[in-house]
T-cell receptor, first 116, second 113 residues
Framework: GAVVSQHPSRVICKSGTSVKIECRSL??????MFWYRQFPKKSLMLMAT?????????EQGVEKDKFLINHASLTLSTLTVTSAHPEDSSFYIC????????????FGPGTRLTVT | KNQVEQSPQSLIILEGKNCTLQ??????????LRWYKQDTGRGPVSLTI???SENTKSNGRYTATLDADTKQSSLHITASQLSDSASYIC????????????WGAGTKLIIKP
């Protein structure tokens, strides 16, 4: 099956710094990638939809200037959490949609962000 | 409003027993329904995906059913193993431009030896 990787798997940063998370589709091209956030014991919450070569579409309530998304190629999307605060601590998961399928998404293993 | 509701919220069963998880949805227009398994601290892994014309689909010890008329789905796990302990999430895809996924809250399943 299609494989999606995320890097780093865990990151701890100080309040006020920025953190970049990478999402890669390893063996397929993904025209669309999604970024999710998950709080403990809660389900995934879609943050934004990223289409290659265009601006990301953010869900209501998600600050686009705080969560910068770049989808520069068909295999890479990045999420940058700018000026991180402790409340940004969460589990961030990306997924990639196979271009030729009717919507199948493959999920990365997630990135645990802790802001101190 | 598009919604997916799952029950029970959590479930504890003994190893070797069977269990059934439920999912009700109100998503329109409907594209497909998926069941995912998510281990703690990991990303979701797809178990099954069904379109409206499919009534049942199996993946090893996992069998999903779909009743598109009543908008209900179930996930049956047979002969449970300790490794089945995880959250099981029902997700319905809407037939919009990005096939938006509507997520259920999940059922936390714990298998005890």
């Amino acid at each position: 099956g299609a494989v999606v990787s995320q890097h780093p798997s865990r990151v701890i940063c100080k309040s006020g710094t920025s953190v970049k998370i990478e999402c890669r589709s390893l063996d397929f091209q993904a025209t669309t990638m999604f970024w999710y956030r998950q709080f403990p014991k809660k389900s995934l919450m879609l943050m934004a939809t990223s289409n290659e070569g265009s601006k990301a579409t953010y869900e209501q309530g998600v600050e686009k200037d705080k969560f910068l998304i770049n989808h520069a190629s068909l295999t890479l999307s990045t999420l940058t959490v700018t000026s991180a605060h402790p409340e940004d601590s969460s589990f961030y998961i990306c997924s990639a949609k196979v271009a030729w399928a009717f919507g199948e998404q493959y999920f990365g293993p997630g990135t645990r962000l802790t802001v101190t | 409003k598009n919604q997916v509701e799952q029950s029970p919220q959590s479930l504890i069963i003994l190893e070797g027993k069977n269990c059934t998880l439920q999912c009700n949805y109100t998503v329109s227009p409907f594209s497909n329904l998926r069941w995912y398994k998510q281990d703690t601290g990991r990303g979701p892994v797809s178990l099954t995906i069904m379109t409206f014309s499919e009534n049942t689909k199996s993946n090893g010890r996992y069998t999903a059913t779909l009743d598109a008329d009543t908008k209900q789905s179930s996930l049956h796990i047979t002969a449970s193993q300790l490794s089945d302990s995880a959250s099981y999430i029902c997700v319905v895809s809407a037939m919009d431009s990005n096939y938006q996924l509507i997520w259920g809250a999940g059922t936390k399943l714990i298998i005890k030896p």
